[in-house]
C-alpha cells in the first residue's frame, strides 16, 4: 500500500508544471494567474501577453496580435513561452530593482515583433500591474 501511495505522489509532483523561466516561483504563478484573469474578466479573444518589468514594477499586457500596441513593439524581446495556447513574451527588464529572469532559461529565441497585415487596428491596451 505504501508503495502506491509512493508512485501516486512522484506522479502527480511530475505532473506539475516547472517553472523554468523566472528566479521566483511567486513570479510565475503570479504570470499565469493574471493570464487566466486577464481571460476571465477582461478579453477573451487575446491570445498574445508581454511582461514587462520596470524598476519595481510588473506589468503583464494582452494584445489580439504581435507587437500592435505602441508599448509592444517599441521594447526589446528576450523570448517566449507558451501557456494554455497563449504566448507570453517576456521583454527586456528596464532598469530592474529585483532580477526575475534566470541566467540559463528556456525561453524561445526571441521574435519579430512586425504588425500583422490583417490588423484592424481594433485593440487597446489592457493588463495589470503589480509592485514587486
Not at 516561483?25 to 484573469?37: A, G, L, N
Request: aromatic fraction near 16%; glycine fraction near 4%; proline fraction near 5%.
Amino acid at each position: 500500500m505504501k508503495k502506491i501511495i509512493i508512485i501516486c505522489f512522484c506522479f502527480f509532483l511530475s505532473c506539475e508544471k516547472k517553472n523554468e523561466y523566472f528566479t521566483s516561483d511567486e513570479i510565475y504563478k503570479t504570470i499565469t494567474e493574471s493570464v487566466d484573469d486577464i481571460h476571465n474578466k477582461i478579453s477573451k479573444t487575446d491570445s498574445i501577453f508581454y511582461v514587462f518589468n520596470r524598476h519595481d514594477t510588473l506589468i503583464i499586457m494582452s494584445s489580439k496580435y504581435e507587437g500592435i500596441l505602441r508599448p509592444t513593439y517599441t521594447v526589446d524581446n528576450i523570448g517566449y513561452f507558451n501557456y494554455k495556447k497563449n504566448k507570453i513574451i517576456i521583454t527586456r527588464p528596464y532598469k530592474p530593482i529585483f532580477t526575475i529572469i534566470k541566467e540559463n532559461n528556456k525561453l524561445n529565441d526571441p521574435i519579430n515583433g512586425l504588425k500583422p497585415p490583417y490588423y484592424d487596428g481594433d485593440d487597446y491596451q489592457k493588463g495589470v500591474v503589480y509592485k514587486i
